[in-house]
């Protein structure tokens, strides 16, 4: 029986679905706090399985940047989601594209050494806050940062005041773990270094519509044949609304069903699924 609730768009005004796009923590899994292990949310895998059996493209795209994409697949596929390396986005994918779009060569990196690594691998020399290479950089980039410190904020800053665009791999200050709700690090970082250089942010990950036209070229489809899925108002589906896609919310993550009733139009999904099976088995949003 399915168990989709209506709350936007009625279904003969929605485009068919050809593709989707899955948010990860809330959605598919929920991680712990240190982001090292993971619970598999209910139907996750049966879902992402038959969509691969039907050929129907989707991707996974968290705002997590902690680790490469093709590590975190992995890291994914070792708790039974059947996923590939080039299914696996994260904000780094984005701002390499846009880094290499705009003619960056070299970047600060506030963060892990797997946030940079993205961009390295897309040839963008990176370097981190005391490294020489820091005073001479076009762009600095704030990800998955847990040991940030006042010094570290300083160089953001500096290289900003020199002439460097700030990029933000997630602006998010919440996201769901099987603990509770915990902390966006960088939306904290970059709201320090925000506070002291006024400096306009370029969000790479999700709500970003940089991050959905990524997406799009990636399921080699137009935006409106794309569901986007996800547990946040404030995130997936807000993207999805701004950008035309279908936006799908689930209720194993941020929202329950009650809070998704009482959002405004702008950041309520066109459908609530209270199982993520329920995918299969509506003809409204599936091909």
């Keep these: 029986m399915t168990h989709i609730v209506g709350l936007g768009a009625p279904a003969s005004m929605l485009s068919p679905v050809k593709g989707f796009m899955f948010d990860?923590?809330?959605?598919?899994?929920?991680?712990?706090?240190?982001?090292?292990?993971?619970?598999?949310?209910?139907?996750?895998?049966e879902v992402l399985?038959?969509?691969?059996?039907?050929?129907?493209?989707?991707v996974v795209l968290t705002n997590g940047s902690a680790y490469r994409p093709a590590e975190q697949a992995s890291r994914l596929r070792n708790v039974g989601l059947p996923l590939e390396d080039e299914q696996m986005l994260t904000p780094s994918s984005v701002a390499a594209d846009l880094m290499r779009r705009a003619g960056i060569t070299r970047a600060l990196i506030l963060g892990s050494r797997g946030v940079g690594e993205v961009l390295a691998d897309s040839?963008?020399?990176?370097?981190?806050?005391?490294?020489?290479?820091?005073?001479?950089?076009?762009?600095?980039y704030v990800g998955w940062h847990p040991e940030c410190n006042m010094k570290d904020i300083e160089a953001a800053c500096n290289a900003i005041w020199a002439g460097a665009k700030l990029y933000v791999a997630s602006d998010v200050p919440f996201f769901a773990t099987k603990h509770g709700r915990t902390m966006g690090y960088s939306y904290a970082i970059v709201g320090a270094i925000r506070r002291l250089t006024k400096a306009r942010v370029l969000?790479?990950?999700?709500?970003?519509?940089?991050?959905?036209?990524?997406v799009a070229k990636k399921l080699k489809l137009p935006v409106r044949d794309i569901a986007v899925v996800g547990d946040d108002p404030l995130v997936e589906i807000i993207m999805a609304r701004r950008g035309?896609?279908?936006?799908?919310?689930?209720?194993?993550?941020?929202?329950?069903?009650?809070d998704w009733e009482r959002q405004p139009e702008s950041h309520r999904p066109h459908h609530v699924l209270r199982d993520i099976r329920d995918i299969l088995t509506c003809g409204v949003v599936c091909a």
């Design 24 to 45: 990860l923590d809330g959605t598919l899994v929920l991680s712990d706090r240190s982001l090292r292990g993971y619970e598999v949310l209910p139907g996750a895998i």
């Design 203 to 214: 969000l790479t990950g999700k709500p970003s519509l940089h991050a959905l036209r990524f």
């Design 49 to 58: 399985s038959a969509l691969r059996q039907r050929s129907i493209p989707f």
């Design 244 to 258: 035309g896609a279908t936006a799908l919310g689930v209720v194993t993550g941020m929202t329950k069903i009650e």
């Design 123 to 140: 040839g963008i020399e990176i370097s981190f806050p005391g490294e020489p290479q820091s005073q001479d950089v076009q762009a600095v």
